[in-house]
């Protein structure tokens, strides 16, 4: 028999470890839930990818899709028309870094696009910002890193895959000089360049001189990580 438990928003979430074994099974346990269900607004069921042929069966019974991973994906029915559902986004998260060092910036360039850039690229599941942001530049020039602030924050509503792009942009200071690529398939090139030439460059994007520019110029605005006792285990919080 299928397990329930009950969730914070007035629903249930179906226990997908207690899923038949038969798809004919399977509908009918959930029907039978469904028709029981009393004052409940919604019914949420995660579905792992080695039961993905469960999905048409649920779509049938008026179930949507609401999130996903690389490996589930969970689906909720409305059980009334007014059932308040928070809403789920895709975001692609990632981290760029403006490292200083004795006047110079630390800057890359990738095989995909002409000029040089800021070292960075996507945060990883369950990564921290501090360090995914460690992680880029590491792989992508050799240089190790301390973490100072955040100073930019980017939301690129049509990034890649059609999904949204939040960029994060960090400031760090460097703990070593010599530059060593380790993602050579990626990056072309590492280096340090004089923040004047970096400015004038006409190969670089405006999105990467001006976070440079609020580097050199604003100091003193920046988000600088807070240890916070919270009711969330495993937080970063800046401000």
């Excluded at 049938?60 to 029915?77: A, P, T, V």
């Excluded at 923040?195 to 050199?216: G, M, W």
Aim: glycine share 4%.
């Amino acid at each position: 028999m299928i397990v329930t438990i009950d969730n914070r928003y007035d629903g249930v979430i179906i226990d997908n470890s207690s899923l038949p074994q038969t798809k004919d099974e399977f509908k009918k346990e959930v029907v039978r839930l469904i028709d029981n269900l009393k004052n409940k607004k919604t019914l949420w069921i995660k579905i792992p990818i080695e039961k993905s042929d469960l999905i048409p069966i649920l779509t049938s019974l008026d179930f949507e899709f609401h999130h996903c991973d690389e490996r589930n994906l969970m689906l909720i029915k409305k059980m009334v028309a007014d059932a308040i559902v928070p809403t789920t986004k895709n975001y692609i998260a990632g981290v760029g870094a403006i490292v200083f060092d004795e006047g110079r910036l630390l800057v890359i360039k990738d095989r995909i696009s002409s000029g040089y850039k800021l070292p960075g690229g996507h945060i990883d599941k369950n990564e921290s910002i501090i360090n995914a942001v460690k992680r880029e530049v590491y792989e992508e020039t050799g240089i190790n890193i301390e973490f100072e602030s955040i100073i930019n924050i980017g939301h690129f509503r049509n990034g890649q895959f059609g999904e949204s792009n939040l960029y994060i942009v960090c400031t760090a200071k460097a703990l070593s000089k010599e530059i060593s690529i380790n993602d050579s398939n990626e990056i072309e090139e590492a280096r340090w360049m004089l923040p004047e030439d970096f400015l004038n460059s006409e190969n670089v994007n405006n999105y990467n001189k001006s976070v440079v520019k609020a580097a050199l110029s604003n100091k003193e605005l920046k988000l600088t990580e807070q240890q916070l006792k919270l009711k969330v285990a495993d937080c970063e919080v800046f401000f």
